[in-house]
C-alpha cells in the first residue's frame, strides 16, 4: 500500500533493511529482506532513498550468492523497482547489475528469469550505454550458455527488447543477428518462435540490418532439414516485408528487391536451378520483385 510504503521509510526503515544485506551475515532472511525492499521500492521516492542507502550493490551481490533462487529472484525484483529512476540506472551498471541478472536465465527458473527480464527491461529505457551492455550480455550468453532453458529466455528477451526502437541498434551492433538465426534453425520450438519474432523487430533498425539478416537467412535454405528450410523460408518474407514497411528508408517495391538482390541475381537464379523447392520458391518471389531496369538487367546476366 503506498501510504505504508512512505510509512516504513518516514519511521527510518530502510536503512536498517539495508544494513542487513550490507552488514550481517544472514543468508536465511535475505530474501526476506529483498521482498521487502521491493515492495518499500513501490513508491517512488522510496527508490532513491533505497540508492542513496547503499542498497544497489548488496542486492546485486545477492544475485551472485549462494542463497536460495527465490532470494535472487526477490533481489532481481528490487532491482527492476530501483531501475525506474534513471540514476539508479546507472549506479545499476556500475555494480555490474546487468551480467548478475542474465545470469539468472541459468537457473532454469521461470519466476527468477521474469523478473530479471523485467529488470533487465527497465534498465534500458533511455539508456544508450544500458542498452548496449545488455545486448552484449545476452549475445554471449546465446552464443555460450548449454542451457537450452537460457537461450529460450535470452531469445525471448531479445525479441521483446527489440520491439523498442531505441533498442534495435544496440542489438543489431552487439552481433545478435547470427545466433538468433542458429536458433531460428536448431533452438527449441519456444526459442525458434522468439528467434523469429527478434529477427522481423531488428530488421526495422535500418536499411542495412535487414541484408544482414537475409545473408544469415538465406544459408539456411540450403539446409538438408525440411522444416529448418521451411522456417528460414518464412522468416525471410516476414523480415523483406519488415525492412520495407518499417520507415527504413525502402520503398515498395524496389526497396524489397534491393534487400533480396543485395549479393546480385547470380544466387537466386542457383536456387532455380539447383536448390531445394522452399529456396525456389523464394527465388522467383524474390526476382519478381525486381521492377527496376538494373535489376532486369542482372536478371537476365545471371
Known amino acids: 500500500h503506498p501510504a505504508n510504503q512512505a510509512a516504513v521509510a518516514a519511521e527510518?526503515?530502510?536503512?536498517?533493511l539495508v544494513a542487513i544485506l550490507k552488514e550481517y551475515h544472514q543468508p536465511e532472511v535475505y530474501g526476506e529482506v529483498a521482498r521487502a525492499l521491493w515492495r518499500v521500492g513501490g513508491h517512488p521516492p522510496n527508490q532513491l532513498a533505497i540508492a542513496h542507502a547503499g542498497g544497489i550493490t548488496p542486492l546485486v551481490h545477492l544475485l551472485a550468492q549462494s542463497v536460495s533462487v527465490e532470494a535472487r529472484r526477490e533481489a532481481a525484483g528490487a532491482l527492476g523497482v530501483l531501475a525506474q529512476q534513471p540514476e539508479n540506472r546507472t549506479a545499476i551498471a556500475r555494480a555490474n547489475g546487468m551480467p548478475a541478472l542474465v545470469a539468472l536465465f541459468e537457473l532454469d527458473s521461470i519466476s527468477a528469469a521474469e523478473q530479471a527480464a523485467s529488470a533487465l527491461t527497465t534498465l534500458a529505457t533511455d539508456d544508450v550505454a544500458n542498452q548496449r551492455a545488455i545486448a552484449t550480455e545476452l549475445v554471449a550468453t546465446l552464443n555460450d550458455s548449454p542451457s537450452v532453458a537460457a537461450q529460450e529466455q535470452v531469445t525471448k528477451l531479445l525479441g521483446a527488447l527489440a520491439t523498442n526502437p531505441d533498442n534495435r541498434g544496440a542489438i543489431a551492433d552487439a552481433g545478435a543477428i547470427p545466433p538468433l538465426v542458429r536458433q531460428l534453425a536448431a533452438g527449441s520450438s519456444a526459442a525458434q518462435q522468439s528467434a523469429a519474432a527478434a529477427l522481423f523487430q531488428i530488421a526495422r533498425h535500418s536499411a542495412r540490418t535487414p541484408v544482414a539478416i537475409v545473408k544469415e537467412l538465406v544459408s539456411l535454405l540450403g539446409s538438408h532439414t525440411v522444416?529448418?528450410?521451411?522456417?528460414a523460408a518464412a522468416a525471410l518474407r516476414e523480415v523483406v516485408l519488415a525492412s520495407a514497411f518499417a520507415g527504413s528508408g525502402l520503398a515498395m517495391p524496389g526497396g524489397m528487391a534491393s534487400v533480396v538482390m543485395?549479393?546480385?541475381?547470380e544466387p537466386l537464379v542457383a536456387f532455380?536451378?539447383?536448390g531445394y523447392v522452399e529456396a525456389q520458391e523464394y527465388a522467383l518471389w524474390s526476382l519478381s520483385l525486381s521492377t527496376e531496369p538494373k535489376h532486369k538487367i542482372a536478371i537476365l546476366e545471371a
Not at 527510518?12 to 536498517?16: A, F, L, Y
Not at 543485395?262 to 541475381?265: K, L, M, Q, S
Open 12 to 16: 527510518g526503515g530502510i536503512v536498517p
Open 227 to 231: 522444416a529448418v528450410r521451411q522456417r
Open 262 to 265: 543485395a549479393d546480385g541475381a
Open 272 to 274: 532455380l536451378r539447383d
